[in-house]
């Protein structure tokens, strides 16, 4: 019987293992194009270029994108209010991944596989 149980063990820690390398080279695929952290750290994106004359007055802008910095204390809250209601209602009371609405948002999309409807259950709050 101890015989048993140990074959056992060794298949379901072999099999583990097998999982684990797998995952651990699926991860290191996916991540192989990721760029360091440290860059970005220090990412800054590209904001447009204005030109104006002597008396204030716009002259020019520049950009590829139409970006505009903006610091968050200069949203209002009830832009910030709206956003989160949105988006993901639950943000606070979750650590980053909406565990409830990611479990009913894969049922869903398995009973619509045919129609094409879909349905994301994850934060994109977090993800942004």
Not at 16 to 45: F, M, N, Q, R, T
Not at 90 to 111: K, M
Not at 113 to 118: A, I, N, P, V
Request: overall charge positive.
């Amino acid at each position: 019987m101890i015989r048993l149980i140990g074959y056992f063990f060794g298949i379901g820690t072999t099999l583990a293992l097998l999982v684990a390398a797998g995952l651990a080279i699926y991860i290191s695929h996916v991540a192989k194009d990721l760029p360091d952290y440290e860059v970005l750290a220090k990412y800054e994106p590209p904001v447009t270029t204005r030109i104006h004359a002597s008396d204030g007055s716009l002259m020019a802008e520049y950009a590829r994108e139409r970006r505009l910095y903006l610091p968050i204390q200069a949203i209002p809250d009830r832009v910030k209010a709206a956003f989160m209601s949105a988006e993901d209602k639950n943000f606070y009371n979750h650590p980053g991944i909406d565990v409830t609405g990611l479990g009913r948002a894969i049922i869903v999309n398995l009973q619509n596989l045919g129609s094409g409807r879909r349905q994301v259950g994850a934060s994109t709050i977090t993800q942004q």
